[in-house]
């Protein structure tokens, strides 16, 4: 049985049933613990993937950082496993190279000296070897600028020869002295230092394969401090010359190529100077070694620039070169430039020919104009194996037909069609000899002029004169010529005016008091 409720025992009411807001006041908060529950799990999910992140990060670079140091240990090792060689080398060289300087310096008492003839490579080696082995600088850079017919064969000669110097870094720094980074002397080296840097240009690039390490190669330059600190202040009082002379637009290109191929024969190069490197190369692009010299000078990473710089300044063919230089043809065209640049040559070449201060000399300065661009483009083609993508067929038939005017316009005229006067039978000077810049100049006074008489009556007939001499074949495209009068000794010379009349005249001339044949007044073209 059930035990029964004690009368005497308080008795509590039952709890009410929850309500609606009570349930929805539980709900929210499981909702809203499940949200802080994913907020919080997406977080450390987070953090977690952020510290594995930073860890492969740390990883990978303590591994970059192990290989470098490898790499570095490795290569410290090497020098200096190659240093008692390369010494050895050098100690050999040096020791060569000082007794042939004796031998050349104190010839033996039966020895005959004998200066080496220059007409063969041979013969030019062994002249250059003698300057070398006497570190006589001043002889070589005179012997060398003497000789620019020879640039191919002293490119080849030169780095042999500077094998032979005792120091070629200070050799060289000797001989282009006279004209870099500023004329020294008188005023005729200053005027001739532009000249002469093709000179300095292929002195220092010959240096570099002799101040390479016989074992490290280009890792390791064989150069002293004490020289390549000489090097640096040079290049700096380049630089400070350069303003002085008014900045890189009053700077000749010579001299701006030996600047550049100077601090980078000396790995000089610096970063701050960056944007005046590439100032200056922009400014001398159009040189051949420009686009290795940027690369060299640490310009790679600016040539985009470069190039749409360039292109902005119609300079297409030399921006060409700079992209296939760093290998960028895909993201430059270069068929696309090539054909602008013809395009603007044209231009160029009708607006010549529009010009009226150029009407004597347009049709040549044009066709000039055309001829090069052309050739440009050719040589771009037969460079880059563009044949497929541009054929040169119409370019070679165009520059064809522009020689082929240029050759008949020098070809000489007909005896037929020359001018003719009828006087005394000599030959009428060409049309345009007072225009032109080489005509024959005679150094003998002009013979008088005679004005024709009004009441005169017209003669019957012309006398026709014989053909014209060979000097004045060509007209005003002829070579220049010095008359000489013991070249022809039968011509008389005429020396004011005539006492009598020069040649019997036929019986058409009567009426003529003074018995002289009449004479036209000279002809102004």
Request: include cysteine.
């Amino acid at each position: 049985m059930g035990s029964l409720p004690d009368p005497g025992e308080l008795t509590h009411p039952p709890p009410p049933p929850p309500s609606f807001d009570d349930f929805q006041r539980q709900t929210s908060l499981m909702t809203s613990c499940t949200l802080l529950w994913k907020e919080l799990s997406d977080h450390f999910s987070s953090l977690e993937q952020d510290i594995i992140k930073k860890s492969d990060d740390l990883k990978a670079k303590l591994q970059a950082l192990n290989n470098e140091t490898q790499q570095s240990l490795q290569a410290l090792e090497t020098r200096e496993s190659s240093i008692s060689k390369s010494m050895s080398i050098v100690f050999d060289n040096l020791e060569k190279t000082a007794k042939m300087s004796v031998s050349f310096s104190v010839p033996s008492a039966d020895a005959q000296i004998e200066e080496p003839e220059v007409d063969d490579t041979e013969g030019l080696l062994m002249k250059l070897r003698s300057f070398c082995h006497k570190m006589a600088a001043k002889q070589f850079w005179v012997f060398v600028t003497s000789r620019k017919k020879e640039l191919e064969l002293f490119r080849s000669e030169l780095p042999k020869a500077l094998f032979d110097c005792v120091d070629p870094p200070r050799f060289v720094l000797e001989a282009i002295s006279e004209v870099f980074p500023v004329a020294a002397g008188n005023n005729s080296s200053a005027n001739n230092s532009y000249d002469l840097g093709w000179a300095c240009v292929l002195l220092l690039e010959s240096l570099i394969p002799v101040m390479v390490d016989p074992v490290l190669g280009k890792e390791r330059m064989l150069v002293t401090p004490t020289i390549k600190g000489k090097a640096v202040e040079i290049a700096e009082a380049w630089k400070k010359s350069l303003e002085e002379r008014g900045g890189i637009e009053n700077v000749k290109t010579p001299d701006v190529h030996t600047f550049l191929q100077h601090l980078v024969t000396f790995g000089i190069v610096k970063d701050d100077d960056v944007d005046l490197y590439r100032k200056l190369v922009v400014a001398s692009a159009w040189r051949k070694q420009m686009p290795k010299l940027a690369v060299s000078l640490g310009l790679a990473d600016k040539m985009p620039d470069m190039i749409k710089e360039l292109i902005g300044r119609g300079q297409q063919v030399d921006a060409v070169h700079f992209t296939y230089e760093v290998g960028l043809a895909d993201r430059f065209p270069p068929v696309p430039m090539l054909k602008a640049f013809l395009k603007d040559a044209k231009k160029a070449a009708t607006s010549i020919m529009e010009d009226p201060n150029n009407s004597g000399r347009a049709a040549h300065m044009a066709a000039k104009k055309e001829q090069s661009a052309i050739r440009a483009v050719l040589r771009c083609i037969e460079e880059y194996k563009l044949e497929n993508d541009f054929p040169s067929d119409n370019l070679k038939k165009r520059l064809s037909e522009l020689e082929k005017v240029k050759i008949e316009k020098k070809k000489p005229a007909s005896p037929a069609a020359k001018r003719t006067r009828a006087s005394n039978g000599g030959p009428m000077p060409p049309a345009k000899a007072g225009r032109s810049t080489n005509a024959y100049v005679s150094s003998f006074p002009s013979p008088p002029t005679y004005m024709r008489s009004p009441s005169h009556t017209q003669y019957p007939s012309a006398v026709a004169y014989p053909a014209m001499p060979a000097v004045y074949a060509h007209g005003s495209r002829s070579p220049s010529y010095v008359y000489s009068p013991e070249a022809h000794p039968a011509s008389p010379a005429i020396v004011g005016a005539y006492p009598v009349s020069p040649v019997n005249f036929p019986a058409a001339y009567g009426g003529y008091s003074n018995g002289m044949a009449p004479a036209y007044q000279q002809a102004y073209y």
